[in-house]
């Protein structure tokens, strides 16, 4: 489209968190404002706009994401004036577009409805169902797929300095997102993370957890770390591994194949769907309610532990 000069003027790319959104709309962005791509569908990277565009300082172009929780009116007005200027193309990106107020909406559609030549709008939204529909029936529509294992551990192998197992561990983790996968890769407490979680699973499996009171001191530690989240996915994926592992011994279907190892005979599996479904009601309690990050974690680990005894 780029390439035939068919590119709406209002453009949505939708897709998971992660998925690559925010780089697929600076990529288009650039395209469209560049001044020597001619016929074809990639920008030039040379051309004057090109190099304001990477070093951040293109006049014609306009970053917009929420200001605090939402994207308001008044941020859409303080552009409006910008993008009725005449001249070469002008292109509006707008990060987490469902984030904008009703009146921020309105105030958008009356653009939409009749856009100047030469503007373009590229919205960015994980929920696009929440945007007006009015908004997304002016849009021309794409939605990022997950990618494969494979295709994640070609972009770590491309981009980071992983070994291979590694890459496998973190392509598994990512779930097909790059930007998750990118992100696990940089970050330098996930190895420690991860042996965390493989003892506790451990301690739980094999009945090594402690009496009530260690357990109560066990949550209470846990309750008071800042990547809480992050680490009961961890442990949810390892229980996952055994209960794999317990049915199966299937290595390739498994988050991290090299704790195969780990899990020895085990040869039971009604403990184990129980615990995984457990931990997955507790990731979920803890991200949409106000409980008591505490108590959560004592029950949880009480009941890990019964089923598994």
Known sequence: MLAGGTVSHAVLIAGPDGSGKRTWGRALAQALLCSERQEQAEPCRRCLSCRQFQSENHPSFVYLEPD???????????????????????????????????EACSSLLKILEEPPPGLY??????????????ILSRCQRFTLQRLSESEITDILNERTALHSVESVLV????????????GLAADEALEQRHADAVQLVRDL???????????????????????????????????????????????????????????????????LEDAVELINQTIMDLLTTNINRRLALEGLLFMLQRRMS
């Open 68 to 102: 605090g929780r939402n994207l308001k009116i008044d941020q859409i007005r303080a552009i409006r004036g910008s993008l009725y200027l005449k001249g070469d193309s002008r292109v509006c990106l707008i990060n987490q577009a469902e984030r904008m107020t009703a």
């Open 121 to 134: 709008f590229i919205l960015l939204s994980a929920q696009p169902a929440r945007l007006f529909t009015t």
């Open 171 to 182: 392509s598994r983790l990512s779930g097909g997102l790059p930007g998750a996968a990118l």
């Open 205 to 271: 499996s094999s009945g090594r957890a402690g009496s009530p009171h260690a357990l109560i001191s066990r949550a209470a530690v846990l309750a008071e770390r800042e990547d809480l989240i992050d680490f009961l996915a961890l442990v949810h994926l390892n229980f996952r591994d055994v209960l794999i592992w317990s049915l199966c011994r299937k290595e390739e279907l498994m988050i991290n194949p090299e704790s195969a190892a780990l899990w020895g005979d085990l040869c039971f599996t009604r403990g």
